[in-house]
Structures are given as C-alpha cells and as structure tokens.
C-alpha cells in the first residue's frame, strides 16, 4: 500500500450557505475546533481519507466580502492568499446567485483554485427559477457541481473535482475580471510600481491598494508608492465622480448581474407551499401573532412532555428505593449509595432529560426549518431598543439552549458594542439548565401559569439590562443586514444529530458532575461539615432571602451547572417532594435566584473571552448582587 497524499481544501462562501453541512458531510467525527491564532473566531478543521488522499478540510468564516472590516474577513482572505490551500470549495446559495457570485468573482482574483459547490438546488427547483448549471460552467470557466449538502447530493463528485484540478486533469483558467479602460491602465502603471514582493496576488494587491485597504496599506513602508497610488484613485474618482471602492465594487456587482441573467432560468409560476405560510410568518401583523404563539407552544410542550414522563420515571425509581431500603446492609452506606449515587442519577434521569429531549428537538427544528430567521425578522426592530438588531436574536434564542453557544454567538454581531451587549445579555437567557430548573420546581409543583410569569420576569429584566447596557457601553450599532432563507421541512436525519449532539454534552459532561456533587453532599453531611456552612449564610438566607438555610448548598453547585441547583436540592433533603420543605413563596425567589445569580463556570469561562476578565467578573458580580437583591425585594413584599 501507498503512501497517502496530502491535499489541503478550504470551504468558503457568504454565511448560511450551507458550508458547515458540507464539513460535516465532508469530515465526520474527524473534527478539530478550536480558535484562529489570535483571533476569539473558531476554526474548524477536519479531514478525510478518499482514494489515497488524505484530505485536509478548513471551515473557513462566512463572509461577504474581503474588505477587511471584520475578523472573519480578514481570516479567510489571509487563509486563502497565504496558506495557500490546494483547492478552495466556493459554497454557492443557488436560491440568491447574484449576490453569491459576487464573492465568487472576489476569489477569483484572489488567484484560489476554485470548485464550486452550487447549493440547494432542490429548493431552487421548488421555486420560481432553474440555472442553467453547463452555462455558468463554461461562462467562469470553473467545475461547477450541483448539491444538496443535508442529504449528501454532489458531495463526493466535489472531492473529485477537487483531486481533478489539483493534479491538472482539468485545465484551470477562470473568467477574467476587468474594470474598464480607465481603471486597467492604471492598475498595469501601478503593478510596475509595487514591484516587492508580497504573500498576495499582485494584481489583487494592487486594486486593495487603490481601494484604500488599511490592512493591505500597512504592507507598504515606502511613502512614495503611497502617494502614487494616492495620485492614482484620485485620477479616477475624478473622472468618475465617485470614490474609488465603490467604483469597482459596481463593476463586480454589473458582472454578476450579468451572469446571473444570462444563466437563471424563469419558470411557470405555480403555488408554492413555501410562499403562503410566508404571507402569514411574515406579515407585519399576523408575524408577531405567530412568533408569540410559537414561543408559547414551545415552552407549553416542554412543560407537558416534560411533567407526563417525569411523573412516571419517579413513581418508577419509586419503586426500586423502597425494594432498596429494604436491603440488609449498613444505614451509613446504604445513605451513601442511595441518597448520594443514587439520588443524583435519579435526578438527572426523572428530572433533566424529560426537558431537555424536547426542548433540543424543538430547538433544532425551528433552526433546520428556517423559522428562526423569520423570528430575528421580526424582532429587528424590538431589539433596536437595546442597541441591537434582529440578528442578536439568534446567539439570544441559541442561549435558551446553552448560554456557551449563546456568547460565542455574538460574534456574528458587526460592532464591539453590541457583541457586548450581545454576549452579556445571553447569560440572562434561561438556559436548558435553567428550564430544568424552572420547569421541575415551578412547573411541577406550582403550575405552567407560574412558569410562564418566571419567563417574563426574566424577557423584562434582560429588556431593561440590554437598555441600560446600550446607555452605558460607547461605540456604534448598526442595523440589519441578513437574508430569510426559504421554508423547508425540517431534516429528520438533521434534527436528531443535532439533539443529540446538545444532549450527549449534558450525559457526558453533567451526570457525573452531578453523581459527585450528590456523593460529596452526603460525606459531608456526615461528617457534620455541612451544618458549619449552614450555620454560617443561615441569618442571610433565612432573614433577607427567607429561604431555608440548606438551600445554600445547592446554589453552590448550581455554579458548576444550573440542573445541580435542582437535583442537589432533592438530593439534600432526601426527597423530590418540595412541597414538603419549601413554600410555594420560597419556591418562585429560589428559582429566580438561580435563574440570575451566576452564569455556569462554562459560560463564564467563554465570557471572559469574549468580553475580557474584568468586564466578565464585573458582570458577574452585578448579577449576584441582583438576584440576592431581588430575592430579598420579593420576600418582602409575597
């Protein structure tokens, strides 16, 4: 057997295109995530074996352009002219072609050796249009291949084409760009002129230079070529009458506009499915009537499945305690493995995942469906309020999920300002752990209707915070620029990986956090450890909060995970009943205390990256102090 090869290929396209399916399709379980060196951006990497090859995959930001005004921009353009990746897949968005080419011709001049995967093919088939896939082949002069990345359509023909041009079984001479008469002289006087040498093409290089590209400026140490070049964008502003970006970024946007209607063919019009629920998702009236009635049903259904099953698991474990109990062994270790081991497995499996399944399930179908695009739509001008746009909703709806995701999430926001706002407000999202909470405490034992005012109590305090942060934080918050992909059934194949993958974190990472915490609870109530900490917070929690005094130690753990403030309740006090050792008073300032108190170690962990250690402990410490505040105003007043 051979030696394998080695062959580098990056994935780059606009965001939400589909490359991260297509990395996945591509990669597997061989996935390496981490950051850009530098950068807070992730990077992803995976690789693949196919026909003595070993293929390396880089998952390369979604952007839009390369001029350089975010990090993601700068990334994947330095990514491609300096690493030099063998074969570069541009992941095209058939359903919005123009605009997608335009990114295409960009890394055409960029010199990358282009395939192009052109992406939901299917659903441009439902649509209204058909493109002439041969066409535009021959027009860019580049391998075109047809996919549909969530059922793995085209994805080993694109490994192909990729092998193909790589060992030059495919000639590769893309459509060349140009910019008129004018613009061409001078960029033919200037490459003679930027004559040192550089990591970039030197015609690209040469049309940053004149676009005015700060980062690409900062290349070049001679002040003389400066000023030439200077000299020269003036000239062509001058003759015509506009700046010079805008200049040849209409030339590239005319080309497209060019291909795209020499290549998309119009179809008869018929009834698309797609189309009439978006007259109602989207209308400016009935839109909002839907958002709220799916927000409703989402949490309704939670709580329903959630309570059925639940109830049925403890009358279940119910019956292995008592057959338990009546073992003949020692009461201390019998205490140990029922009320610590046992109790916190229990816990997890009765109280955690009978939430967490369905919300998980219905997460990833609103996201798969394309509905949560609808919802960031029309909370656009909602969140214009708190220094945001309609694009904070998704890290915002991400975090009801897990605030870890939620934080990092930010970062698609364009501004400092509002990734902060974005960033610290998504640890105010009640989380998946949270819901448990929620759920398994008020829901169980004081009614969906107290579940559903825990929940706008919370929107009402995230609503002030994100006002009072757009106040406080200085800098720019720009508006909304994001596309509606269409409406689409959901993937069952999607849907449940998805679920599974947010489910095996809490399986593998939050049960054994939570059978120790249940073990150690025990030891130390044995060894009277526990009592000096009660007895120390006691005057605090029982007079200010009005909470017993053991509920301590479950907030305690609650730092490590939000489930743990749950379980190590029922763990502690021996019983799932709270009724028993807690009034319905007590219950609803516990719940919102939890809810506030402290982001999960996790979070605080990406927050502090995202944000920077002072502004993440300084957050946190307004939290804590807020819930304690607040649970102390609600027992004064309940």
């Not at 300032?589 to 996790?602: E, G, Q, R």
Request: net charge neutral; glycine share 6%.
């Amino acid at each position: 057997m051979g030696e394998e090869k080695e062959l580098t290929i990056a994935l780059a396209g606009n965001a939400n295109v589909g490359k991260s399916v297509i990395f996945n399709q591509l990669t597997g379980s061989h996935q390496i995530i981490g950051n850009w060196p530098g950068k807070t951006i992730e990077k992803r990497e995976g690789y693949l074996i196919y026909k003595g090859y070993k293929i390396k995959v880089v998952d390369l930001p979604g952007i839009y352009s390369f001029s350089t005004y975010s990090e993601e921009e700068l990334i994947s353009r330095d990514f491609i002219a300096k690493e030099k990746p063998d074969v570069v897949i541009n992941v095209v968005d058939a359903l919005h072609l123009e605009r997608n080419l335009f990114f295409t011709l960009q890394l055409i001049e960029l010199e990358a050796k282009l395939v192009i995967a052109l992406n939901q093919i299917d659903l441009l088939e439902k649509s209204d249009f058909t493109i002439d896939s041969n066409k535009l082949e021959n027009i860019l002069n580049i391998p075109i291949v047809p996919t549909v990345a969530i059922e793995g359509k085209g994805i080993e023909k694109l490994i192909e084409k990729c092998i193909e041009i790589y060992e030059g079984k495919i000639k590769y001479e893309p459509i060349k760009i140009e910019y008129g008469k004018e613009v061409e002289e001078r960029v033919n006087e200037l490459i003679k002129v930027v004559s040192f040498d550089t990591s970039y093409p030197k015609r690209w290089f040469t049309i940053k230079l004149l676009e005015g590209d700060e980062e690409i400026k900062k290349l070049v140490r001679d002040e003389k070529i400066l000023e030439i070049i200077e000299k020269k964008s003036k000239e062509l502003e001058e003759i015509h009458g506009e700046p010079i970006s805008l200049i040849l970024t209409q030339e590239k946007y005319n080309l497209s506009n060019k291909i795209t209607s020499e290549v998309l063919i119009k179809k008869e019009k018929r009834v698309n499915i797609s189309d009439f629920l978006d007259k109602i998702f989207l209308h400016p009236i009935f839109g909002y009537f839907t958002l709220i009635i799916s927000l409703f049903l989402i949490f309704y259904l939670i709580f329903k499945f959630g309570n059925f099953v639940s109830g049925y698991l403890e009358s279940f474990f119910e019956l292995i305690k008592n057959g338990f109990l009546k073992l003949n062994i020692n009461e201390t270790l019998k205490k140990i493995l029922w009320d610590g081991i046992g109790e916190g497995i229990i816990g997890g499996i009765s109280i955690a995942l009978p939430y967490l399944i369905p919300f998980y399930i219905l997460l990833s179908i609103l996201e798969d469906s394309g509905y949560l695009s609808r919802m960031a739509f029309f909370t656009d001008s909602f969140m214009h309020f708190i220094g945001l746009h309609g694009k904070a909703f998704f890290p915002l709806m991400l975090g009801f999920g897990c605030n870890v995701p939620a934080v990092l999430g930010s970062r698609i926001l364009e501004t400092k300002k509002q990734k902060f706002i974005t960033a610290t407000l998504a640890t105010l999202v009640p989380c998946s752990a949270r819901t448990v909470v929620i759920m398994g405490l008020v829901g169980i034992f004081l009614g969906f209707k107290y579940v559903l005012i825990i929940y706008i109590i919370d929107i009402i305090i995230i609503i002030l915070f994100g006002k009072l942060l757009s106040i406080l934080v200085p800098g720019k918050s720009y508006g909304l620029i994001m596309e509606i992909p269409p409406l689409r059934k959901p993937s069952t194949k999607i849907v449940l990986k998805q679920s599974w993958f947010r489910i095996k974190d809490f399986i593998y990472f939050a049960f054994p956090i939570i059978i120790f915490g249940s073990f150690l609870l025990q030891i130390l109530d044995l060894t009277n450890l526990l009592n000096s900490f009660v007895n120390l917070v006691s005057p605090f929690f029982v007079s200010f909060l009005g909470l017993p005094p053991l509920t301590s130690i479950p907030l305690i753990f609650g730092i490590l995970r939000k489930e743990l403030s749950l379980i190590m309740l029922f763990s502690l006090f021996g019983t799932t009943n709270v009724l028993s050792f807690m009034t319905p008073k007590q219950i609803i300032i516990y719940s919102l205390i939890t809810l506030f108190y402290f982001p999960c170690v996790a979070t605080f962990s990406v927050l502090r990256k995202e944000i920077g250690l002072f502004s993440a402990i300084l957050m946190t410490v307004f939290e804590m102090i807020f819930a304690f505040l607040l649970g102390g105003f609600l027992n004064l007043i309940l």
